[in-house]
């Protein structure tokens, strides 16, 4: 209700883990991290669309310097409350950064799923109240050793859910593979948080993309990914087969809400799903699914996207996030206030009414009662 003090919950905010970068920076092909003489900062080299960069960087001191910048934002706990603070935040809900253990061999990615896990669940523990964590899977390991992960998580108090990437076990998020792993998240009440990371393949941002810095990559590859990935989920009927499951979707969807309609359409009236009986009368939408089983992220950084994300799921589905670390501001001061967490803030105000009821529920009250965070 509108009368009561607003809390601000940021679910969409990551983390490396010492641990992590250390395994970043012993790597010689993406994700690593690597030091340039013309550069101050070693350089977080995460993305497809960086390599080109990165190849010229290594020849050419001149170069534009690949990546971003690995700043003390991405490792230290010190930092992120320093953020919060600065940003009225109250409770921070992290998770590792892309792409988690998607790149480990199957023979790492247990331990690591372990010691990342325990590693974010003391994090948490040295603020409690404060700070909540979304897990990360082994999924290069075996099913068994996923489930036990799961198990794993289950029993970690500030853990409320898993961070997880488009890929799967590598065939994507329809591979019936992924079912018991859906199965055993929804009945543990673990919300799986979906986070881009492979964008669309290089060719698609033509010969010229070096000019364009990470504009399309971030903006487009990431919002199509995710928005490819749920998807093909719904037309494999994962949210029936696993009707207890639900997701959050990072950047309010991808494209998904404004979409909906015309993936709707396309399924109506497409030919072969309609000899194969799959477009009955009784079938669950896009849009029930939308409002039933997903949640979005207020990650868009405009009032038009927020409210097409509140058309599609609800206002009482929406969780404010801020992206921290990436998108710092760069002409200003780091330790400052940043830009992109405005933006976010200011959609809100302007969607909804700046102290209403629905945007109290969406900067934190949503995600208080979704992620039960006043439990402890
Ligand atoms: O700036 C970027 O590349 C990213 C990224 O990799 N992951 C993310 O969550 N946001 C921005």
Redo the contacts with the bound molecule.
Sequence with gaps: DASSAMRVVDI?T?MYPPSYIRILESRSTIPLVRSFSQEPDPRLI??QTEVKALEEATKDATANPPG?PLTSHYASLAQKIHFMDTHHIDISVISL??PWLDFLDPSESSQMAESVNNEFSSICGQHPARLYFFGTLPLTATLDTVLASISHLKGLKYCRGVILGTSGLGKGLDDPDLLSIFEALAADHLTIFL???YGLPNDVWGPRSSEYG?VL??ALG?TMETTIAVTRMYLSGVFDKVRQLRMIL?HSGGTLPFLAGRIESCIMHDGQLVREGKVGKDRRTVWDVLKEQVYLDAVVYSEVGLRAAIDASGADRLMFGT?HP??PPLTTDEQGEWESVSLNAAAVAKAVGEGSAQAKAIMGGNAIDILRLDED
Excluded: G, I, Q, T
Aim: hydrophobic letters at 45%; proline letters at 6%; aromatic letters at 16%.
């Design positions: 969409h990551h995460l993305l971003r950064a892309n986070h881009p990371h990470h990559s971030l990431f990072a992206d990436f998108f």
